[in-house]
């Protein structure tokens, strides 16, 4: 079960948004909160730890693979800044940021992350019009080469882990013209990301959530 709410408030010169993201599973409860002291369940730590707090989070979607694994992924940004893709923790006591080591961007973020094990984490979204992916290997988070189609905005918008050779992610691509979606599916065989056939569907169609139960 997730939930998800929003708000907003003025902090400085920069608009603040809270997004509070949670996950209701093996009888405990989880929380990402920003913003306001009304939420205030998160105090920033990592290496942003003394500035985000000045700074707008805006998560969208948390993955839980114990009581003291949990992942929520999202966007880092100040108004009338570059964003930067946003990967939070929880340990069991504290959320904390582990950095995605790419340049800001006006037109980036993180929509989906699933787990295969607790060194095996995907994350994807996009980074300036392309699809974005992102793998977390225990140690650090690295970007992976990700097909993207010239010419259009590249949205991925789910992912899904079943183990070290077998991930799923969907999505869309966006025609520049007349601003219609195409629906794409790519998959994670151990050695790369690659389009799989979706049933033709035409401009106008649009995944935004994949789920797997098995292999087949």
């Known amino acids: 079960q997730l939930m998800t709410a929003r708000t907003s408030s003025r902090k400085g010169r920069s608009l603040m948004r809270a997004a509070v993201v949670g996950a209701v599973a093996i009888g405990a409860p989880f929380a990402v909160a920003f913003d306001t002291p009304a939420y205030g369940v998160w105090e920033p730590t990592g290496p942003r730890s003394a500035v985000l707090t000045a700074y707008a989070i805006e998560t969208d979607e948390v ?26 923790h929880w340990d069991g006591t504290t959320w904390n940021e582990l950095p995605i080591p790419m340049s800001p961007s006006n037109n980036t973020t993180l929509y989906s992350v699933a787990a295969a094990s607790p060194t095996d984490v995907w994350a994807v979204g996009l980074y300036n019009d392309s699809n974005l992916i992102v793998h977390w290997d225990g140690t650090a988070w690295t970007e992976v080469p990700a097909p993207s189609v010239a010419g259009t905005t590249n949205r991925l918008r789910s992912v899904e882990a079943l183990s070290a050779d077998d991930a799923w992610a969907v999505g869309y691509t966006l025609n520049p013209t007349t601003g219609a979606g195409q629906a794409i599916t790519l998959h994670w065989d151990g050695t790369q990301w690659a389009y799989m056939p979706v049933p033709t569907m035409g401009e106008g169609s649009y995944l935004f959530s994949v789920e797997a139960i098995s292999p087949d």
Do not use: I, T
């Open 63 to 88: 993955e839980m693979l114990a009581n003291n694994d949990v992942w929520a992924v999202g966007q880092l940004f100040l108004e009338m800044e570059p964003r930067v893709p946003l990967a939070l």
